[in-house]
């Protein structure tokens, strides 16, 4: 069973539009982190939100802790084929436990 | 400030061999982490060395060992290769124990034939 299970899988879209990444689990965590990948790279830290209900943006990423912590979504307004990547959602259930990863979602976005 | 570095990058084995992977995290961190990158199964935690002692352990076998140094420097090793052990091996470092906040290395891309 996945702790952290992201959806959709993958995704294919054009420059210009908006997509959404989900996160979700049915455990708390008490801070979740979001990375990307590139190929041929290791994952790079975008984000980590701590407190529910947080709302974190970083240009055209909009990041969001759910109130009960559970549960965490990745917002991309106006993709870009520089946002193409590997996007996986990590967290840790409590202090002392090790970084979880989901299996992520993979963004292709063409020009 | 240099990054993550682990060698080799690319390296091709035969089922029951061993391998080494090594592991230098970014100077100051004393935390090492190391993970399991399949397509199958995402990133997949082994362990976690923090002051050259293991702090936490995945579930995998026990022909899946590390170490680190004192100077925060780290390797792993795979005896009796598999073919399902065919995976990229991430290093990442952190400043402190159990952070979720990491930073990886590029990856060490393991082949077993």
């Known amino acids: 069973t996945q702790l952290l299970e992201q959806s959709p899988q993958f995704l294919s879209i054009q420059e210009g539009e908006n997509l959404t990444v989900y996160c979700n689990s049915s455990?708390?965590?008490?801070?979740l982190q979001w990375y990307r990948q590139e190929p041929g790279e290791g994952p790079v830290l975008l984000v980590t939100?701590?407190?529910?209900?947080e709302v974190k943006k970083l240009k055209r990423l909009t990041f969001q802790f759910g109130d009960a912590r559970k549960d965490s979504s990745l917002h991309i307004t106006a993709a870009q084929p520089g946002d193409t990547g590997l996007y996986l959602c990590?967290?840790?259930?409590?202090?002392?436990?090790?970084?979880?990863f989901g299996k992520g979602t993979t963004l292709s976005v063409s020009s | 400030k240099a990054g993550v570095t682990q060698t080799p990058r690319y390296l091709i084995k035969t089922r029951g061999q061993q391998v080494t992977l090594s592991c230098s995290p970014i100077?100051?961190?004393?935390?090492v982490s190391w993970y399991q990158q399949t397509p199958g199964q995402g990133l997949q935690f082994l362990f976690e060395?923090?002051?050259?002692?293991?702090?936490n352990k995945g579930n995998f076998p026990g022909r899946f060992s590390g170490r680190q140094f004192s100077n925060s420097r780290s390797e792993m090793n795979v005896s009796t290769l598999e073919l399902g052990d065919s995976a990229l091996y991430l290093c990442?470092?952190?400043?402190?124990?159990?952070?979720?906040?990491?930073?990886f290395g590029e990856g060490s891309r393991l082949t077993v034939l």
């Open positions: 990442a470092s952190s400043l402190v124990f159990s952070s979720g906040e990491l930073f």
């Open positions: 455990s708390v965590f008490s801070s």
């Open positions: 939100v701590v407190t529910g209900g």
């Open positions: 990590a967290g840790d259930r409590q202090a002392g436990t090790a970084l979880i």
């Open positions: 100077s100051g961190h004393r935390s």
């Open positions: 060395y923090f002051s050259e002692t293991q702090r």
